[in-house]
Every structure is written in structure tokens, then in C-alpha cells.
Nanobody
Framework: QVQLVESGGGQVQAGGSLRLSCAAS????????VGWFRQAPGKEREFVAR????????YYADSVKGRFTIFRDDAKNTAYLQMNSLIPRDTAVYYC??????????????????WGKGTLVTVSS
């Protein structure tokens, strides 16, 4: 059974930082493209970042570029999202997802095979 478990969410003041983790079990994450997505209250889920299988290339939504960093540690079967300079608009449930070869639309994964249940990030002003 494949499981992706996010952790590291919490409440932080604007300007602060958090690091989210996505630990995989039942699946070798090294074989997957990993993405982070988020869903704010009352809004649709949106793409945040993705990282290629090799970890060589990363892609970000314009709204987080320069503030967030996605990286992976395949030895730990875990991916991460380092979030700096957080702003209230970053408040959302953050989900990690994995897929061997996701279809991309404009660089954004159109669908991912496996999803975690999410971790809540709340940024206060």
C-alpha cells in the first residue's frame, strides 16, 4: 500500500519559515516526479512546485518562486518543501504527490497518481 505522509505544517507569523516533509512508504520515491500543491480555504487546489526524478530540475509557481525550495532525499524516501518569507496568502493545506511520469500542461502536472492527506500551514500577519 502506497502512502505519502506530509508533516511540518503549523502556524507561523508572516516572514517566518517552515519546512514540510513528504515521507513515502510502499513506493520508491526515487522513481517518481514529486510535486507539492496547496488548497486555500474556498479555493481550488493549485500547483506549488515539482522536482524531477533526478532532482536536477525544479519548477515553481510564480507566486512562490524565490521563496520556496523543493528538494528530495531519496535515501530517506522523502521530499521536502522549504518555505521562507511566508505571507498570509500562503495559508493553505499543502499536499505532496508522486507519479512516475505525470502529464504536464505548461510545466504543471495535470494529474498525479499518489497523494498525501495534507498538512495545514497558517501564516498570520
Amino acid at each position: 500500500q502506497v502512502q505519502l505522509v506530509e508533516s511540518g505544517g503549523g502556524q507561523v507569523q508572516a516572514g517566518g519559515s517552515l519546512r514540510l516533509s513528504c515521507a513515502a512508504s510502499g513506493r520508491t520515491l526515487a522513481n517518481d516526479v514529486v510535486g507539492w500543491f496547496r488548497q486555500a480555504p474556498g479555493k481550488e487546489r493549485e500547483f506549488v512546485a515539482r522536482i524531477t526524478k533526478s532532482g536536477t530540475n525544479t519548477y515553481y509557481a510564480d507566486s512562490v518562486k524565490g521563496r520556496f525550495t523543493i528538494f528530495r532525499d531519496d535515501a530517506k524516501n522523502t521530499a521536502y518543501l522549504q518555505m521562507n518569507s511566508l505571507i498570509p496568502r500562503d495559508t493553505a493545506v499543502y499536499y505532496c504527490a508522486a507519479d512516475t511520469q505525470p502529464a504536464l500542461v505548461g510545466g504543471v502536472p495535470a494529474a498525479m497518481a499518489y497523494w498525501g492527506k495534507g498538512t495545514l500551514v497558517t501564516v498570520s500577519s
